[in-house]
DNA sequence: TTGTAAGCGTTATCAG
DNA sequence: CTGATAACGCTTACAA
């Protein structure tokens, strides 16, 4: 059915080494011989196939891409992956790579690969990019050590061929909190991430540093866990709000959570900003239209995608190129969640 | 570096079809060769290789998934598709199958395929997954003119080899529409999707189809248009509050939509559901934590994405199935935004 | 500028 | 139960 290079080669008149020539590109062929092969290969529809181009090139043209998607971190279900995935699939797909999506690292038929390891070198993938895993994932550790270009988001990697890319998560939540400070507030309390993940410990880092700085004491008790999911941040804020001195700000380590968070807050018959400050990370689409509009750290998804892509290509293209950690800016977004001071 | 089969073969002393037999599972090998190939694989750490083995088998084990992620329409950004993804990803994944995401279909470099369809061809892959196209892309006649198994989600699809799998649209909305008069409303407006594709068409549909049933009349102005995205029900909304006569129910076509109009109305200084209800589609993650909570119409997105899985598989296994439309059913979520009755 | 031929790492067919 | 051997479709020296 599909034409291979033999069948056109031999329409054309010619080896199939010269319409692999055509098709790669090269100069080395006469015009004349060129448009005689494209002409025929239009003809025949003739698409080269992948399999064999890699097996000989040694060269799959794929860059795997891991989630986590395990039952407790459901990653790619957060809207922020979503966004880095499409810059990272645009900017790959630019410069000539499709993107492979690892399906489940559940145990399948005994032989047939399945860590997240194995799989990447049985398809060869030409580079890695990881996402939603945690800091201390064991699969982090064997990947670095394949020696295969590989681009973690959000989670700290050591090796000689892997980057990190993520957001200044740190600067972020001093941000945050130092604007709540400015407002008026002393009694800042945080909805953390996991803090098993780079995100959720550098968030909350952050959140530490700068009630520090400002002099402020770091309570236990304004100290909630969430889990980056809405359920956990309405459940968080009850908690705060169930206090006998409940916060009058609360910086919120994703605007996911805030979502919960604020309804917690007007379920309990208070109001935001009036009773309580919201302040919340990521800036999620529609974080400027919940009412009251949100305050939050806004990172830049699409360069986030576009860095780690355009990091993975480099090293791929130069096998010398020792890759170092990026860190991107954030940015605070002032909206109505957090008012304009306390009266 | 990496061993391959002739390696594995040697050191166990044994030919490369029996390594070859060993790791695909065939009865016909003693258990103690068996034993011995397996030892020394781990040993080596070998992995085959997919290229070489897809080469041969004329077999992937590769499911494409194209998302049209054009400006106009980012649809891998919409809430939607995550979920479905994943769903897919896991089912696809348990019979042995990876996703390989479509980059860009931006042109490249000349020779290189760059349609849809070409890429299909190129990979060969086992089948297809096609999300977000609009109904009317020319893709998609091509796709399915490939004869490669084709499931098409919230697309209408004709082919041999293309089923398509979406939620019942059309009765969903008819069930929301349906619910508002339940509650007394006969001003009722809808904010539909764009109509090039199949749900914002049958949802539209649907309303339509429950009006006329109900015997009320379907008035122009009160059918606005959207993207399914947050904004444009913003803007929707606010059109419709500016009428004389506005209406006193608003059947969303997405809830995302739904986020922006519950903001038009609240910043109008009305109120949901006294003043205006509002029904929403999909029920993504954050509609009960919204203020107030989105009555809505539940598509089961996990099933959707286990079912185009699975009907894909079929397919697969079988050359002669003739695949079937599958239209998922689904279910109203009452929650507060449709308030409990006109008062 | 073009052709020949070897080989990429597997699997499948056919003997034994 | 196991081993040769011939593909699979392409790229790439090396020759011409």
């Known amino acids: ?43 025949l529809d003739y698409t080269p196939s992948a399999a064999a181009r890699s097996l000989v090139r040694q060269r799959s043209q794929l860059i795997g891409v891991i989630l986590h998607t395990g039952l407790a971190h459901p990653d790619l279900q957060h809207p922020f992956f979503q966004d880095v995935l499409v810059a990272l699939k645009n900017t790959v797909g630019r410069a000539g790579y499709d993107l492979l999506l690892f399906a489940t690292d559940q145990p399948l038929a005994e032989p047939t690969p399945h860590s997240y390891e194995k799989r990447i070198r049985h398809q060869g993938v030409d580079g890695v990019v990881l996402m939603g895993l945690d800091t201390r994932d064991p699969d982090l550790a064997k990947i670095a050590a394949l020696r295969i270009p590989t681009v973690a ?52 880092l952050g959140f530490r540093q700068e009630l520090e700085e400002l002099g402020l004491p770091a309570e236990a008790r304004y100290l909630l866990d969430g889990d980056f999911y809405a359920e956990s941040g309405y459940a968080a804020m009850n908690v705060l709000l169930a206090l006998t001195d409940p916060p009058t700000a609360v910086f919120v380590a994703a605007d996911l959570m805030a979502v919960g968070a604020l309804r917690a807050i ?63 800016p954030v940015e605070l977004v002032v909206r109505d969640s957090c008012g304009s001071g306390r009266s």
Chains 1, 2 share one sequence.
């Open 1 to 43: 059915m599909a034409a291979n290079i033999h069948e056109l080669a031999r329409l054309s008149g010619v080896s199939p080494a010269t319409v692999s020539r055509v098709f790669n590109g090269y100069p080395d062929v006469s015009d004349a011989t060129r448009e005689r092969v494209l002409e025929h290969a239009r003809r």
């Open 153 to 204: 988001i959000d989670t700290e990697i050591r090796g000689p061929r892997a980057a990190a890319v993520g957001s200044d998560n740190v600067a972020g939540a001093r941000l945050a909190v130092r604007h709540l400070h400015l407002l008026g507030h002393t009694r800042i309390a945080t909805i953390a991430g996991p803090t098993d993940t780079a995100p959720g410990a550098d968030r909350l």
């Open 266 to 328: 007007q379920e309990a018959g208070l109001r935001c900003p009036e009773d309580i400050a919201v302040v919340g990370f990521d800036d999620i689409q529609i974080a400027s239209l919940l009412m009251p509009a949100l305050t939050t750290v806004r990172q830049d998804k699409g360069l986030i995608g576009t860095t780690a892509a355009e990091a993975l290509v480099a090293m791929i293209d130069d096998p010398a190129l020792r890759p170092e950690a990026k860190t991107l």
